[in-house]
């Protein structure tokens, strides 16, 4: 058995991961935002949504899920008889970060008579004080879905919740929270990409600030930007949203071309989230191998986090 510190070429890595996902019946789940050699091993690539979704009904008994510790959460609350494992632990999200369980428990209180509706780049417990979880794809489908005098409070992205208020005229009560890779986009920077490729469209992600929606020719999750970019006529877009999605973009329209935008404080044409990078084939391979690390959620925590994951399954179809 080859130690944790024997670093194996690509090559043997991929056959290694493909012969232990048959003995071991593993499924590889892998975010839109994975490193591209990742991408190209996982069976299952999407976005929060899809992957939530494959998890709920894969018969696999081993799940990897490629992406941060919020996704492994999901898929173990979702499939508890299921042995989920994730590549790298310190595979975090600033977003989910950004709301302390505690806090937003404190929140919550604070507003007894509003409905919580809780993005899904959240902790478990977090979850667990929500009524409803949603993506970003299905945010405003599911708040348009409730009462139009409903009383919402909807956290942790502040972004997001700004751009679902615009969108459907409500007024949720937001919490503070961002991403620290959709709230770092340069408007002043992707202006002048946009002046010197006048004929691209920006596609923008709804978790940046409102300057970067307010110029776009598209707002939407990575799985809904990736949808535009297949069937829109453009030759060339501007991607505001974390630079793993331009692997599927460029494999699905590889006559097109795509380019990232930057960050305020990027030196390179780049904007990407270090925690997704985090994941690499030889973790991947040794997660397999070992069978570790593996996600764990307290049971009183999960069972009352999958009430509102299961409602947003419920009310995305």
């Known amino acids: 058995m080859n130690s944790t510190s024997e670093l194996l070429p690509a090559g043997q890595l991929r056959e290694e991961i493909a012969r232990l996902k048959k ?41 990897v899920m490629c992406g941060v510790n919020f ?16 590549p790298d632990t310190n595979a975090g ?4 970060d950004s709301c302390d369980p505690k806090e937003f428990e404190a929140f919550v209180k604070a507003h007894p008579d509003h409905t919580v509706i809780s993005y899904v780049n959240t902790s478990a417990a977090v979850k667990a004080l929500t009524d409803i979880v949603v993506t970003s794809g299905n945010a405003r ?21 700004e751009y679902i208020n615009s969108v459907t005229g ?6 503070n929270g961002a991403c620290h890779v959709h709230d770092r986009f340069s408007i002043q ?48 877009y501007i991607v505001v ?10 494999k699905k329209c590889p006559h097109k071309t795509f380019l990232p935008a930057p960050a305020e404080d990027a030196e390179c044409q780049c904007n990407e989230c270090d925690y997704m990078k985090l994941n690499t084939l030889q973790k991947v ?33």
């Not at 999200?93 to 989910?96: D, P």
């Not at 691209?200 to 300057?211: D, F, Q, S, T, Y």
């Not at 949203?241 to 460029?250: D, P």
């Open 23 to 63: 003995e071991k019946n593993a499924l590889i789940m892998a975010h839109y935002y994975q490193r591209d050699e990742i991408q190209e091993i996982a069976d299952f690539i999407g976005d929060s949504l899809a992957l939530a979704r494959q998890a709920a009904k894969t018969d696999a008994d081993v799940i």
């Open 71 to 86: 996704m492994g959460e999901t898929a173990k609350i979702l499939c508890p008889d299921k042995t989920v494992l994730i």
């Open 93 to 96: 999200c600033s977003l989910a």
């Open 141 to 161: 489908k599911i708040v348009e879905k409730l009462p139009e005098d409903e009383k919402i409070i909807f956290g942790p992205d502040h972004n997001l919740g």
């Open 170 to 175: 409500k007024n949720m009560l937001l919490w």
């Open 189 to 236: 920077k992707i202006m002048e990409m946009k002046k010197e490729h006048p004929g691209a469209k920006i596609l923008v992600h709804p978790e940046c600030r409102r300057p970067l929606q307010l110029i776009a020719d598209k707002v939407g999750s990575t799985a809904a930007l990736l949808d535009f970019a297949h069937t829109d006529d453009a030759q060339e």
């Open 241 to 250: 949203t974390e630079s793993g999605i331009l692997f599927e973009m460029r």
């Open 285 to 317: 391979y040794e997660a397999l191998r070992d069978g570790k690390p593996e996600v764990t959620v307290d049971p009183e925590v999960a069972e009352k986090a999958i009430r509102p994951i299961k409602r947003m399954l419920e009310l995305s179809e």
